[in-house]
């Protein structure tokens, strides 16, 4: 259930509020809006204990919640969340973010380089994985620790926040120096140790739907990292398995929609991934801004036909560019900006 | 294979050409594009067959198709088809179409209501179904013979083309006083003799996606109506079924991005029939335009709790409207108008 | 709603019963089972009306059926149906029955060959297409209708009762001289036109499960047939669409303890589609047998590698006689013979 | 690619081998069988480095492995590989392995009298989760640390080996003292960090196919544990996510003989989590062992509807005691026993 706080009621009402719900046995999950306050209330009901808290003080309304997921639904709170990534760099405001990036790290030079024109061309996050999660033990599995100082001499070069994939718990700490953002891969959307794990830490995660996880999993594995107390949740969309064999994946447009319906969180997508095609990046970005996602994350390579990783889905340096200068229309046409 | 005949050839060298191969016991199919002529070639060819045609006056260069589809394909027009439904009306050209209405027909009333708000609102096709495949044969079907009066008189009423569903090869005949385009649905997309009896119609067909269906089965789908000499297709991505169970279908955005790169045919989207609700379409609508869609099937319904059929999934009147209103600058973004 | 009409019940009382239902407006189907006679009753149905039926003589009891099928389920019937094809061969009973043959008739010679080994073998249907619904138009049709007299002759020669595939509604009265069973294939599922007018046809429909067609679907679908006044509808298992590429299906065996159990059709299983590969095709049909499957549709070939379709699916003369020695255990296991 | 080496061959032999392998930067992955010993070598080749090794004594041949999966296929290893779970039984030989329990510990009541009847019944192997990985955070999650003395307690005093889910890598040492074999459930199928300290420890692991893998991925999946030296890996096929909605998942049949002749590694199947339905159980056991499954993973309750977790999945201990009472007749059918 959700506790709707009075308008008017101040920091010790709530707090008292809180007081009471642990005393009943609940665990609260106050969620301070602009408009509103609301805690959420997590655990087994009974009628004595819901008229116990609806005589208290500060209580607007108490309201059920009959969703699977509670932390992350707009029952709880109506406005979207806006997660601050850095200095000036916002998601789920007006602007659409773009982060882009190579699929992996494979040196200094080759990272510095793509930053660089990423950055050039309006990308305001930058991508790329360090520690790559891979279908055979045999294939190339990212530059792992040696990754990790390239990351932070390019991030600072360039000055533009770094999002990339954490596999394992135990590399949580050693990502924190350069993760702006902690990406969780589709592999790993229902690990629910590292999702715990990454509800303790200071910075957005980002969750990539599994390929074969419904909506509501995923905003079931979203609620794992809330509840633990990190607010800061981008869900991320790239796209789920399905009969069809000329796209490596089938972008469900659909999700976004549905997402930014359901929950409050920002809704990113991911067409590189969810087609394994660069002819397709362009037109399937502009579809997902049309449909409402606050963010694209879009794979880059200096030279494609080279890289060790998804480089048949890499946009070339002119590409991209091209990309960036046709987004901002879009954009524009569904009340945004880029 | 394809011929590709010489810029200049004139038509008595064509005729000499397609004499040609059918004397070597293949099947021709002439297609005379705006810049070039081919001829599509189909049979078992030997090394001397094709040596005894690339001797003849007016070939230019013969290209062996590797795909399992021939006709639909860019290899044999590379430049867009564009199909003419009405005087004024047409589909694959620059301007976006609209085609609007109830899922189906079911009283004079109601029909004629629809059709003018939807062509008050600037839709330039007509929709509705007269005769209904349903799942269950306890279902309503249509109002069949009895709505084709009430067809016609609310077509020259509002003076707008109109398409509805053909689920008999014995009711091509009767739809064809008016069905401006014949409409094959998803269940039938692989109902081989229904496809080659509209293949020798003169009006186009509009060929809906199985729900199975991979983006190769559907252009051999359509493979099957021009193979008959019928060359206006159009291909409707209308969601395939995945394990989702949020949307009634899963809306295949990338099919759109394939099929424009694959096929000179025109493709259209059905986010009605793709999410199942109402509240999805707008999103999604826009979301197909800004991948490159050359139309939209959207049904709208005067009072959608009332409606027999689907409408949960129908936009209101007012909704219609708004939608109607918001994507011109969707449109205008990606260099298209409505 | 299902009228349960009291064991002692004569005739004439049920004919009155018949005549009551429909003259309060519904569409009755009388069910004679050995033990029970019961009354499908279809239309809208008012709390008046029931009443009634309820104080008719002979009505031992009105049970309302939620499901979206009626005639084809339990609740009308709870005994199977068992499902006579020809003098001594019965589908739906203790024998379990193999239906083997090559997918496609090629001349009387194949024909001929194949339908001696198959039936020393111990098969008891031939199976064989004549009309073949291939995805592309440039595909091998079948024989068409110089396969029918081949068919007629080696069904003679052989003394075997023969199963064919019906794509067009036009072909139904001419393999009606061939057909002991009717085959619909798996796109024509949902051809309503075409199982409309198989249930007016006085011989068993085989109707086999869409690639992307839920239980429920299918089991609507034979209700279209069964609706028609034709009881006789074989239900077949062949693979549904999904990822797994491995296979050219994914033969789903819980469908058939599920439609075991929700209906009293017989239930066959088609593992050589379902699969795609002949080495599959023995184990698939043991487990196919294990789940309750009242009989196979086998794939074989005299010469696989010449087959015109579906050679690798095929099983060798040889493969197919090991598989017919090894299935009697399996079936025995099961409380089944074949 | 793989080494196979001479029948003959002494130890000292082999082990130069393997150092001649490792001193050209490979890594070797010797496997010892009944009938003969391989090297699987993986790393990256050339021409030279090929013939430095088939100049070696004991060197009979070299095959290059095409697949993307290698310990586990069976060109590394043609015969079955045997895995020993405790004194007296094994799996992957004649006999099939039933594990059979809850699907979560409850408390000591519970656990011991299911345990009691499971073994008494025949089950070889007694299942039941401590950690229990949910889709919500508000689900029961196991009894965690607490169900360990449980399951430790009943464990000696019915005296049959334990299988339990891990889902952290801090709980791999918690859950040693108690676990016989680690089970990686369905969502951490990809969990690459956690395979590969799997491949680190002494004991069977047991591995899920993801809700979303393929055949494929569940074998390289399989190989991050081989490759760190745990070769006693079992492959569960326990139902893939598809449109069916009938049951919870679609089981793979036909997984189960694709990963027999693919990999040398025993199968098992969980037609519980499979199907969802206990009514299905039964038939789906009978289905897997005819499909040449090595075990079953069974869900049993003593009051299912009291489950705190798929207590509509599990079988009553007299629904349980029946099944094992009719598959050694199936058992026997295809060559095995019980």
Redesign the interface.
């Known amino acids: 259930m959700v506790i709707i706080v009075e308008s008017g009621a101040d920091r010790q009402t709530v707090d008292n509020l809180i007081d009471k719900v642990r005393s009943l046995g609940f665990t609260p999950h106050p969620i301070f809006g602009v408009e509103k306050t609301v805690i959420a209330v997590?655990g087994h009901k009974t009628q004595e204990k819901i008229e116990a808290l609806e005589t208290m003080p500060g209580v607007q309304q108490i309201i059920p919640i009959l969703k699977?997921?509670?932390l992350v639904g707009r029952e709880v709170r109506a406005e979207p969340t806006v997660i601050s990534i850095a200095e000036g760099v916002e998601i789920g405001a007006e602007r659409v973010i773009v982060m882009a990036g190579p699929c992996a790290l494979e040196s200094y030079e080759q990272f510095s380089h793509i930053a660089h024109y990423v950055h050039a061309a309006g990308a305001q996050v930058l991508r790329g994985g360090i520690f790559k999660?891979?279908?055979?033990?045999?294939d190339f599995q990212g530059l792992r620790e040696e990754g990790i100082p390239i990351a932070k001499a390019v991030k600072e070069e360039v000055g533009v926040p770094f999002v990339t994939e954490v596999?394992?718990?135990?590399d949580i700490e050693t990502l924190h120096e350069v993760a702006d953002i902690y990406q969780v891969g589709a592999?790993?959307m229902?690990?629910?140790?590292l999702l715990?794990e990454l509800g303790k830490v200071d910075r957005p995660v980002m969750l990539k739907r599994?390929?074969?996880g419904?909506?509501?999993?995923l905003l079931?594995?979203a609620?794992?990292v809330m509840?633990e107390g990190n607010a800061d949740v981008i869900l991320c969309e790239r796209g789920?398995?399905?009969?069809?064999?000329?796209?490596r994946n089938?972008?469900?447009?659909?999700?976004?929609?549905?997402l930014k319906?359901f929950s409050h969180l920002p809704v990113v997508v991911d067409p590189s991934h969810?087609?394994g095609h660069d002819?397709?990046v362009p037109?399937?970005c502009?579809?997902?801004?049309?449909?409402?996602a606050d963010g694209l994350l879009v794979e880059t390579h200096w030279r494609p036909q080279e890289a060790m990783v998804d480089g048949h889905q890499s946009l070339t340096p002119s590409t991209f560019e091209q990309l960036m200068n046709e987004l901002p229309?879009?954009c524009?046409?569904?009340g945004r900006t880029l």
Chains 1, 2, 3, 4 share one sequence.
């Open positions: 997590v699977p997921y509670k999660p891979r279908t055979s033990p045999h596999v394992d718990i135990r592999r790993n229902q690990n629910f140790s715990t599994a390929m074969s419904t909506i509501e999993d079931q594995a609620e794992y509840v789920i398995r399905t009969f069809e064999t000329t796209t089938t972008l469900d447009i659909s999700a976004v929609v549905a319906r969810a087609s002819w397709m037109a399937l502009k579809a997902a801004v049309a449909a409402g229309a879009v524009e046409a569904v």
